[in-house]
């Protein structure tokens, strides 16, 4: 009643009354109206649709003010520190993998734009199943990552709330959220009575409802804190759910809810009581109670039984009949409950039921930055999974739905906090991998692999919707998410019962779409099942495989792996007994499901690889293993079968298979893992079984038979060639493959890159795609340390994508190196990883066309034998099947059979059996191997070859060979006198010498059977492994599987009389290949030039395997020479016709043969004996004797170097120099250093200004004009480096050439009008090599390389000794070269470098061309280089070793011309800075005066300039006692420069303190290696006279702001002087050779001094290096600091602040760069497009930036051009020494001007899909690609676009 008068009243009064009630300390009368009140609002009799209860509620909340008001009050107060935003599909979010912790992170727009993400590897993409906004949840993300709202804290500096605000809500939203399910229960009918749309309706009435609840939601914090207690308070549920006593409509409404519980499958816990089991958890919230008890139903439900049985009767129509399997694999006590308990987990339950409408769940996502919320969350969706998973199975909108599930479960399990704690507290893992076993269960069938009557394995039916539409995905995806954390996955493989469980949940995919051969006709329907089996195995089994492969990568996981193993055996045990397995696979039938066999595969793999473990201990017996081979061999033979067309009938779909089998996605899950078991199972087994077992799988043992002709039961003729092949290839692949047997994950990334690009060139997305990467989603990255960029950077060029003239747009594509064409092309790989056959085709042609470029091979090349890296030691047994009998029998057969030319061979089989021949050269067996199994021997009764050892075989002589051979065949054709050959041949044979008794040979020759030796093989291991006989059942015999069908002619046994062997077999198929009669003299193995082997045909080959097996054995040597004389002696020429002719030749070299042989034979037979002795003494004699000279002459040798054009090798002489091929370039790259780390961006606005008074060419210029205003010339020109901008760099290719022939070279060049691209006039030509870009010749000086031997030694002279010989050496004057054909050369190239860089780089002098000048200049290109070459390095010696800039780096050969040069100019004594740095000068004040100018100060001059200059000037070589010498002495210098510039950025207080604390120490001992007395003796030298000091003191303030602790003193001298060190070891490494070692950043200081020999070796601990302990002083060290800053203090003519300026120098420099351009290239585009030029004014029709500077100048446009050259050129030469980076506003790529060429480089920035957007045609946002930007600034600080860009032009200065 009383709620009827408050509804008639106004809205906004009544809440505002209300609110007032309620705050009274009374508020019972409040209380009641308003429940009276919401009673009568919110009656849900009513229409949902009816809003006005909806307007009550939002009054009511807002408590008397407008509710948008009320919204903003509340925000006002949101503590919430995540940011949460839902999106839905289709919505734009960016993920930023350098911030995610979880790979699922992802953030909203809003947020990812106001976070600081630059240079982070971040992508926008497009939600497919919805997500929410992540920020400033640090479990997901690392802070770093926050935006400027999130990374606040919010939550710690917002106001507390006011209680009354959310008062009302409080009261009132309780009872809306019961509304709401109550509409919701009313609303639904079970899905079998309705149809979808009435579910439709029921929410589209309550859509105002809930997304007034999202409004709510998104009001921020303290409205979320609010919800959350009405959603998880249980007291208000119990009072409200059930609806009072006297509410009939409510109690209706509950019980509507039961029954859909019921329906559900799901019991409450009051009937499960009354049920059979007991309640096993009350108290736990969701614990044990979200079990399932699977298979069977719940006992509360037998409705739902029956059901269930209909359906599948109803299923079963036309498809076999599905399995259903009893429970017996789960616990049934553990029994579901659903029993709710609060608001929340109702809510939850109709989300599912509903089937997730989109609003519900994003309500329910909104919530979760409430951490409390969170968690009950979490805890309620676990709870409800089971039947997630049971609504899911029954939808038909299954896709839908399943996006929506993981829409919700990413954001839970992506937390491995929360993760790990419902893994803890309601047994998420058991959960899962149970309702995943219950799927799948729905949906088994019987397999029909192998035995199809008695099989008692049941598998799933690929062809049920739950597998073709992928139903399963949420749960899998869900399972791969949470172990992905580490604490689940360790979890999980410590619980053995749930292993078990998900062992038997992957046989079910084991033996999956089992494919059976048609023989007869075509296969009427095609299914395309496959797909579903395929993705099912990879995502449902290799995926958490990979998982938890993850979690096993360190020696303490051991145990799990030990436990995987274990269960895989054992599951596989029970696979094969429960398919009827013995030893033969069922013909015709192949499954390439067998994920059993690779989890064991790649668990024993890691286990080895990572884990350290014993191969053996984890391998089952010997029958085992040769079970488990079957399957895996069955699949590889039925892919060449496939290949072949012998499953042509069973449709395309089947070709379909093999290829997925093989296709990137898949490989590394399926393949590898098969070919890793099968080649475990080969070093285990036996290698005869395992190679006849091969033979036989292939089908091709019939053709193995010596006889022209034979009858193959079981395949046509035209599929013995294929089949052969693929045999051989597969053989070939197993003994080279190393992909799980010690290759590191680098090298297989590396292998996998190569055998790709060698296919195609690829684009970058087409690579990561192809390059099978761990598949586990989660790893996000390759495996390995070496990323797949730099991976990539070594393998590839980049060819920037280019425009063809048409316009169309090709992508940036990979393209191998010229040395992973000649290294590292694998042909292996490359057939092991195509999909397409004609892919190997492709790299193949490839190939041949490289080797035609680059004229190493010009004919049809052969695939190139490739050396493998070594195997682990576990798998050595692999190398067995190199090396034993049945493998050689079949190699001899088939060389004969080539060189008979008997049908179905090829130039494959035969290149596929030398490459089996090479492999076993190169990897011979241990003997020791020989007697652990002595029995061997006895078991082989052939008597083929004496032994296994192939090298001891290959010149074994086989006389006769007894074949079956069809009648009709030609040797039965006429019957042969005994005396006299047959035609052909066959299996069996005598290794007994001649003894003329022919019918003797007869009963000695034998017949081998691959087919009967491998059952022997077999049965004896039964035998070995199984003492009781009963268990060797062998139910079929063999002999009647191989009973050819039909009448076949009879088969009759001939004896063919061979009187070969492998050796002479070779050098006759040498012949045949080269169609000469004597292709092999009998001495070429001593003209052989090895070098060319490694590319080439046939011939090569075997020239290669005859060289190889030679220098392993001398006795195979002798036999090679042997064969080669008698083989051919001149043939008279013959006038017959061709026909007869071919005939005799036949007929001769069979005679010859035969004479031969039997010389040889009788020959052997003495040798035999010894022969086998030395065999595996591979050493040669001349090694030996090489190592015996005396070391020292060793190294005394001249070094030689190969001429790359006639190929001659030799030393560089005085009459006939080499040269090193060089380009010489200006470059002004180290002039646009800063002091600054980070690049200077860009400016996009009016305000920005880019300023290059900073940069490292400026300050030097200024610091040098300075000095010439106050000192004499000549001295300044000492006293510093030029050629910071526009210094000569020098590069080499490494590749050397004789001039002459250069010469000659260049003329040719000239003549040949084709080239473009560069000019021969100026001297420029490609490398004839290597095909770099050069434009110059170095010489090559005479005589050793590196310094060794004598100027190596260390020395034990004193200090003072040394410095007076350096001191005499200086005083030696410079000798003229004589004239000689090097000094000329010498000459021109100072001339070149002279011409490189243009003259203003060149003059500083006051006098230009000045002998000052020029040795200025001379010394500043060594400068220059050795800092390029620092640059290159990263700044620092950290990395130790040769770096690739050190290979491009030809410093040595650089220093030697210029110190020839500089050598002419000698010093004058008097001014030698040598004396000022050792002797303290006496006073010489008196003569003063006669100078017009002082010199420059020692403190002021540059060290490194002055190390260069005294090492270049004194007599090469140079002693490298004398070199330390020099070193210490300047290093004095620099440390006293270093603490003169530190006591100038002291405050006057602090300089008295150091003064006078350092004082003290001046007495102590070891005063003169102490900082303290030297920096308190400079800081009062430097006060004297007229004082440095005398500054303006608030300046120096501002510089130093901190204050100096002697820590932070000793870290900026160790700074001050690290340039000089590195610079020092830089070249001591150049001209002495001596090894740089790496270190840590921290330890680059005493690395550098050990290094240089400024301290003893091997440093007490780091900490104690410091710089003052490196001095070394010639004389006293305070008298010498006092000479030196006497010279400053004594200037007359220079201010304080000069001084200063001269003295603060600060030697260090960051690494050059481009300047930052801004990520997206519409900031750029809106702001240049439109920009005015500053020279003209005008708007530019073609307006450019330069990437350097930041200049904007106007392309090609006339007006600005000057004296004919157009802005760019004259920029490019301004400010880069011709080298220009210009970005191009309207067409957003980059354009490279280097001299009088330029090229399109390509774009910088690419659209979402890394294209280029060519003159913005398309328009879509474009954003930066760093990795490009990188690689364009990598270009230009090393100075390679010549060598990386391929496309040059002549621009005519018209840019």
Known sequence: MMAASLLRRDKKSTAAHLKADLNRTDNSSGIRQLQELLDAVLNPEKSAADTEALDWCKCLIAGGEGFEEFCKTVRSYDNATLCGLVWTANFVAYRCRTCGISPCMSLCAECFNNGDHTGHDFNMFRSQAGGACDCGDGNVMRESGFCRRHRLRTGENIPSIPRDLLLMSEMVLPRFILCIIQYLRDGYIEPDTSTERDLQKVLQQLEPQISFLEELTKMGGAMRTVLTKILTNQQTFKELSMGQEENLYAKKNYDKYLSALKNSGLVSVEEKAQGATADVNVGAEGGAGAMVLLGTTSPGSPDESSKEEDQDAGQSVGQRKRVKLSSSTKDPSIIESLKHKCFLEELLFWTIKYEFPQKMVTFLLNMLPDQDYKITFTKTFVQHYVFIMKTLMKSHESDTMSNRIVHISVQLFSNEELARHVTEECQLLDIMVTVLLYMMESCLIKSELQDEENSRHVVVNCSEALLKNNTYWPLVSDFINILSHQS??????????????????????????????????????????????????????????????????????????????????????????????????APNQVTFHLPLHRYYAMFLSKAIKCQGLDLDSLLPDQEMLMKIMVHPLQIQACLSEIHSNMWVRNGLQIKGQAMTYVQSHFCNSMIDPDIYLLQVCASRLDPDYFISSVFERFKVVDLLTMASQHQNAVLDSEQERPMLEGALTFLVILTSLRIHLGMTDDEILRAEMVSQLCMNDRTHSALLDLIPENPNPKSGIVPGSCSFEEMLSAVADFKAPVFEPGGSMQQGMYTPKAEVWEKEFDPIMVVLRTVYRRDVQSAMDRYSAFLKQSGIHTGNPWPPYKERTPLHPCYKGLIKLLHCKTLHIVIFTLLYKIWMDHQNMSEHVLCMVLYLIELGLDNQ?????????????????????????????????????????????????????????????????????????????????????????????????????????????????????????????????????????????????????????NSLSASWLEDMDTSRHAHGDGITAIERI??????????????????????????????????????????????????????????????????????????????????????????????????????????????????????????????????????????TTDEEHIYPADTCGVAHDVRLTLMQRFFKDSSCLQSVSIGWDGGVYVQTCGHTLHIDCHKSYMESLRNDQVLQGFSVDKGEFTCPLCRQFANSVLPCRPGRGTEAGAWHTPTNKKTCVLVKEVEDLQEKLGLFPTESNLSKEMELVIKDIKNTTQKKYMDYGKNPGSPDNDFLFMYSVARTNLELELVHRGGNLCSGGASAAAKRSCLNQLFHVLAMHMRLYSIDSAYNPWTKLTQIAQNKEADSFDEERPEVPMLFRDVPSLLIIFVLTMPQPLRKEHFTCVVKMLYNLQLTQALAALSARFSPEERQAWSTSGALKKNAVNAEKSFEALLSHVISELSKDKSVYKVNVEETLMLSSSVWSPQSIEFSLQQFCLPFLRLSCLLQHHLYGDNLTGCLEEEEFSSLAVCLGLIPSAPQPSNTVNSASCLEWAVNAFDLVTQWCAEVTGLSQMQAEQSLTLLVQDPQWAAPRLLQLPDNYNIIFQYYHRKACTACKKVPKDPALCLVCGAFVCLKGPCCKQQGICECVLHSQHCGAATGIFLLINASVIIIIRGHRFCLWGSVYLDAHGEEDRDLRRGKPLFLCEERYRVLEQQWVSHTFDHINKRWGPHYNGL
Request: charged content about 25%; proline content about 6%; hydrophobic content about 35%.
């Open 488 to 585: 689940v996955a360790k979890k999980f493989l410590e619980d053995h019962s749930l292993l078990m469980l998900w062992m038997s949940f992957v046989s079910f995919f084991q033996g999956m779409n089992l494919n059976k051969r048609e023989l007869n006709e075509h296969v009427e329907f095609e299914s395309q099942t496959y797909y579903a089996a395929f993705a099912a195995e990879l995502e449902a089994c290799a995926q958490p495989m990979w998982g938890l492969l993850t979690h096993c990568k360190v020696k303490e996981t051991q145990e799990y792996t030990k436990t995987v193993v274990r269960y895989c055996l054992e599951t596989l045990q029970i696979w094969f007994d429960a398919i009827g397995f013995i030893d033969e696979p």
């Open 925 to 1077: 067996v241990q003997e020791n191997k020989e007697d652990e199994e002595p029995c061997i021997e006895e078991h082989c009764h052939d008597s083929w070859f004496p032994g296994t050892n192939l090298l001891s075989n290959l010149h074994h002589v086989i006389n006769f060979v007894r074949v079956r051979v069809p009648e009709t065949a030609p040797e039965v054709k006429r019957e042969a006198p005994p005396s006299t050959s047959t035609e052909a041949s066959s299996y069996g044979q005598n290794s007994r010498r001649l003894t003329g008794n022919w019918r003797e040979n007869l009963r000695e020759a034998q017949v081998f059977s691959l087919v009967a030796e491998r059952r022997r093989k077999f049965q004896e291991i039964i035998n070995r492994s199984n003492t009781e006989a009963t268990q060797v059942v062998r139910p079929k015999s063999s002999s009647t599987r191989w009973v050819p069908p039909g009448t076949p002619p009879q088969l009759v046994t001939e004896i063919l009389e061979i009187r070969e062997s492998m050796l002479s077999l070779l050098i006759k198929l040498h012949q045949k290949l080269s169609s000469k009669q």
């Open 1106 to 1243: 005859l060289t190889k097996a030679a220098t392993r054995s001398c006795q195979i040597k002798r036999s090679i020479q042997d064969i080669c004389g008698k083989v051919c002696p001149p043939v008279p020429p013959k006038k017959n016709s061709p026909t007869d002719k071919k005939a005799m030749d036949k007929e001769e070299r069979r005679q010859r043969a035969r004479e031969r042989q039997q010389k040889l034979l009788a020959e052997f037979a003495s040798r035999q004996k010894s022969f086998m002795e030395t065999a595996m003494d591979v050493e040669s004699p001349d090694t030996e004797a090489a190592m015996d000279l005396g070391a020292s002459e060793v190294m005394e040798s001249e070094v030689l170097y190969d001429c790359v054009i006639c190929g001659q090798s030799g030393p560089s002489t005085e009459d006939r120099p080499t040269g090193l091929v060089v380009l010489l370039q200006a470059s002004s790259v180290l002039g646009h250093r800063c002091k600054n780390k980070e690049a200077k961006n860009l400016p």
